[in-house]
């Protein structure tokens, strides 16, 4: 255990990589790097050292949320310590229940260059809960997010619609931060003040985040028979002046009591950046899906 901003974290240093999370709330991942590297994700300075109270705090970093976006169930305060269970190459970090009866957990597990982010949420109430899990990585500021885009088919094959975009209302599509490839979708982080968010249906379950002449890139599913949040998205993207988020989301489920529902991701940095050329990006990122 290490005194890192006013908490006590656990620091996990792999092979590969170093992960830090903090074990007085939670649960969250605040650190992700390379060994010796800067840290991907941004923790909010602001929440540094808090803990307690009935407060909604984000505290930035890595976070497990509740979808579709609600303010009573999705905003419930995660300032109580987590329990932590460690194993051999992963560790366990679990909620108290919260004011709506969800228990919340995030286990990790590294292995040969890559650390598997495994999300839990249990039903605790004595209701059934309709809800999505919803990963949320808050990333550090001055890069740009990659999705691929669906494949193409030609006309007069392609008669049925396969891209989903879906836009928030304060979103435009002629943001400057958009860049609407032929092959892929990118979201720059900005100073712009205005906050933007899209979301789609990446079925081929990557996304992308360059910085510091690296990438993050995190591996998720993409289950085409099942309903997902906000319009059908798995996977969404926001950004404002001082960070950006890359989110994925789990299809919609029914939780009876006692039930639970896990949403799993991949994730991996490169100590590269994909190229500029859409057809060439588009082949980096699908590349990275066998990893």
């Not at 030609?154 to 304060?170: F, K, M, V």
């Not at 969404?236 to 991701?265: C, I, N, Q």
């Amino acid at each position: 255990m290490i005194d890192w901003n006013g908490w006590q974290c656990l620091e996990i240093e792999t092979a590969e990589y170093r992960l830090i999370c903090p074990l007085e709330v939670g649960p969250r991942v605040l650190w992700f790097s390379r060994r010796g590297g800067p840290n991907h994700l941004r923790p909010n300075p602001g929440h540094f050292g808090l803990k307690g109270g009935t407060d909604y705090r984000s505290y930035g970093g890595h976070r497990l949320w509740i979808g579709p976006e609600d303010p009573k169930t999705t905003y419930t305060p995660e300032n109580e310590p987590v329990r932590v269970e460690n194993g051999s190459d992963s560790v366990r970090l679990e909620s108290s229940v919260n004011s709506i009866g969800i228990k919340k957990e995030i286990e990790l597990q590294w292995t040969d260059g890559l650390v598997t982010v495994r999300h839990r949420v249990e039903n605790c109430s004595d209701k059934p809960i309709e809800l999505a899990a919803w990963a949320v990585t808050v990333m550090a500021p001055g890069g740009q997010c990659i999705i691929p885009g669906e494949p193409s088919v030609p006309h007069p094959e392609g008669l049925l619609p396969n891209r989903r975009i879906i836009l928030w209302p304060y979103s435009e599509m002629s943001d400057p931060r958009f860049t609407w490839g032929s092959r892929t979708v990118r979201l720059s982080q900005t100073d712009a003040e205005s906050p933007v968010k899209f979301g789609s249906f990446v079925s081929r379950g990557v996304a992308a985040y360059t910085n510091f002449g690296e990438t993050f890139v995190k591996l998720f599913e993409a289950d085409l028979a099942s309903s997902y949040p906000d319009m059908g998205c798995n996977f969404e993207a926001f950004t404002r002046h001082d960070m950006l988020e890359v989110e994925t989301l789990g299809p919609l489920r029914t939780l009876t009591p006692g039930k639970s529902l896990e949403h799993v991701e991949k994730w991996m940095i490169f100590p590269e950046v994909p190229p500029i050329d859409d057809v060439k990006c588009e082949d980096w990122l699908l590349s990275k899906r066998t990893c």
